[in-house]
T-cell receptor, first 111, second 112 residues
């Protein structure tokens, strides 16, 4: 089992819809979870972090964490074509200082 | 603004050559990381360093070495480049105790 898994996509949604991106992880000790956005040909940029069970909202983005199910998700409301990118889920390893990334989900928002 | 720079955006080398990839950060971060990114595999950690002259193996260290002689600079070395090391290489850094990583622009390395 891979440490961090994501659907590779592509996930296509119409403009204005809600995009839902999912991530599961295998290390039960992990406490810190991140969503990075990566535009084609660019480096990843952090858009959300979440450390506690429940929801965390920031503008159009909501991160959801369920540690019992080892599941993290990212919701993007009112999706825009500019949201079209690859979204990477990252997990800070249990007691370490290094991170493990999922393979990414490619999102396409259609005008 | 945190700035992480990498020495080259594109690099073409031949099999067997020794390759140096340089990364410099200007925010006095203790931790620095080298990843490679391949389609369908995401980012995979090669090596990381949490202090000058300290290094730790990541998930795929084989065929690579690193050097950190100064706090701001972290070098990735391919001792004898092979075609399976053709990839996008990303450097990142963060302050010890914080969780956000800042990435450089990446170096796309092609080994012929």
């Amino acid at each position: 089992q891979k440490e961090v898994e994501q659907n590779s996509g592509p996930l296509s949604v119409p403009e204005g819809a809600i995009a839902s991106l999912n991530c599961t992880y295998s290390d039960r000790v992990s406490q810190s979870f991140f969503w990075y956005r990566q535009y084609s040909g660019k480096s990843p940029e952090l858009i959300m972090s979440i450390y506690s069970n429940g929801d965390k909202e920031d503008g159009r983005f909501t991160a959801q964490l369920n540690k019992a199910s080892q599941y993290v998700s990212l919701l993007i409301r009112d999706s825009q074509p500019s949201d079209s990118a690859t979204y990477l889920c990252a997990v800070l390893r249990g007691y370490g200082q290094n991170f493990v990334f999922g393979p990414g989900t490619r999102l396409s928002v259609l005008p | 603004d945190v700035k992480v720079t990498q020495s080259s955006r594109y690099l073409v080398k031949r099999t067997g050559e020794k390759v140096f990839l340089e990364c410099v950060q200007d925010m006095d971060h203790e931790n620095m990381f080298w990843y490679r990114q391949d389609p369908g595999l995401g980012l995979r950690l090669i090596y990381f360093s949490y202090d000058v002259k300290m290094k730790e193996k990541g998930d795929i260290p084989e065929g690579y070495s690193v050097s950190r002689e100064k706090k701001e600079r972290f070098s990735l070395i391919l001792e004898s480049a092979s075609t399976n090391q053709t990839s996008m290489y990303l450097c990142a850094s963060n302050r010890s105790g914080t969780r956000e990583q800042f990435f450089g622009p990446g170096t796309r390395l092609t080994v012929l």
